[in-house]
């Protein structure tokens, strides 16, 4: 009898054989049978796709709670068997306090920024120490083609003619 020996890959099966030179198929996805479930490239949903579906549920239940606590009246919870949960005053008091923590956040990083920035007038807002100088007298191999000039900082003077010379006529 003759041995067979296939190899399975996700895209491929080989199958080798004494007698025959190597035969290569590509199985058809969509001709499944039954029995086949689970084979390689079918691994379930993806992981960011399960916290997504998780965070999104646990977000509708918590946002009826909240609605629930903070605008039912005392006496309907204690109806349905409600007697312990946090004072109405928090209620207002959490989203209030969370909103100011972001308008100061948002505050405290636009000003941290204006006290990083060097004022208009500083030379430091036009030169640095990654500052390069145009180079001049770029050798050039043939007539018809010149090279890449290297990367450098436009001078404030070249800056001034290009905006400033036509004001002057």
């Known amino acids: 009898m003759e041995e067979r020996c296939s190899v399975n890959s996700p895209r491929r099966i080989l199958s ?17 049978s039954s029995t086949e479930l689970g ?3 079918e691994h379930g949903p993806k992981l960011s796709e399960v916290y997504g579906f998780v965070g999104s549920i646990t977000t509708v239940v918590f946002t009826a ?11 309907w919870l204690h109806s349905i068997g409600i007697y312990y ?3 109405r005053y928090w209620a207002l008091a959490v989203p209030t306090y969370v909103m100011v923590a972001i308008v100061l956040a948002v505050t405290f990083y ?3 920024n204006f006290m ?3 004022p208009p007038t500083s030379l430091n807002s036009m030169f ?42």
Not at 65 to 75: E, N, Q, S
Not at 151 to 169: A, P, S, V
């Open 116 to 118: 990083a920035t060097p």
């Open 110 to 112: 636009i000003s941290a």
């Open 39 to 41: 084979v390689s490239g």
């Open 85 to 87: 949960y946090p004072s």
């Open 128 to 169: 640095d120490e990654f500052s390069r100088e145009p180079q001049s007298g770029i050798p050039s191999t043939d007539d018809d083609e010149k090279p890449i000039e290297p990367m450098c900082d436009i001078g404030i003077n070249q800056i001034n003619e290009i905006m400033f010379t036509n004001l002057k006529r």
């Open 16 to 32: 080798f054989s004494k007698n025959r030179r190597a035969n290569v198929s590509f199985p058809d996805v969509d001709h499944r």
């Open 65 to 75: 709670i909240f609605i629930i606590w903070a605008y039912v009246p005392d006496h």
